[in-house]
């Protein structure tokens, strides 16, 4: 039984540019939910997706953007990039009638230089 | 703004002791409530979910609840090298809003 997967595993950019992750959620979930963990911080909830609908989000501007394609999987995007954006990002998916128990990726370390 | 607070540690116990983790958070509603390990530089990991008060086991790990206090705990009972991790409560009220603590880091002592 697969669980969460993530691409890239590491990234770096550079001030201004744009980034996309992705994630494919654990076998039988259909809900995606992104998180942006700070060093030394818990997660902090970015959004959720839930039948190709972003369904919930978190205090994060414009910038930070998603999709979630009809096979459940995700993507985040994040436009004009800030040194602060540096971070592990973190997926996590549920089965929307589980109490919301949430299982993560590995993370996509992205660094901004 | 909603808060849930954990005490950052380090939190040290020798081996074969109880480890007793601790959360508080601000929002009433809230309804579900999780401990996540986190080993350092991995991602989180479920352990142990609770929805209503008093204790739940398994294995060497208890969560309890007391919703009308709003504190969440975790027990690791005989704990083990192993258990070296930082540890986040998180919460949910039911909105999809999960809010994490900022973690505990537990060190278990040989």
């Known amino acids: 039984d697969a669980g969460v997967t993530q691409s890239p595993t590491h990234l770096i950019k550079t001030r201004g540019q744009q980034v996309t992750l992705r994630c494919s959620p654990k076998?039988?979930?259909?809900?995606v939910s992104w998180y942006q963990q700070a060093l030394g911080q818990g997660p902090q909830f970015i959004f959720q997706y839930y039948e190709e609908e972003e369904r919930q989000r978190g205090n994060f501007p414009d910038r930070f953007s998603g999709h979630q394609f009809p096979n459940y999987s995700s993507e985040l995007n994040v436009n004009a990039l800030l040194l602060g954006d540096s971070a592990l990002y973190l997926c996590?998916?549920?089965?929307?009638?589980?109490?919301?128990?949430?299982?993560f990726g590995p993370g996509t370390r992205l660094t901004v230089t | 703004q909603k808060e849930v607070e954990q005490n950052s540690g380090p939190l040290s116990v020798p081996e074969g002791a109880i480890a007793s983790l601790n959360c508080t958070y601000s929002?009433?509603?809230?309804?579900?409530f999780f401990w996540y390990r986190q080993y350092s530089g991995k991602s989180p990991e479920l352990i142990m979910s609770?929805?209503?008060?008093g204790d739940k086991e398994d294995g060497r790990f208890t969560a309890q609840l007391n919703k009308a206090s709003q504190y969440v705990s975790l027990l690791i009972r005989d704990s083990q090298p192993s258990d070296s991790a930082t540890y986040l409560c998180a919460v949910n009220d039911n909105n999809n809003d999960m809010r994490f603590g900022a973690g505990t880091r537990l060190t278990v002592k040989p």
């Open positions: 929002d009433r509603v809230s309804q579900s």
């Open positions: 076998s039988g979930h259909d809900t």
């Open positions: 609770i929805y209503s008060n």
């Open positions: 996590a998916s549920s089965d929307t009638g589980d109490y919301y128990e949430q299982y």
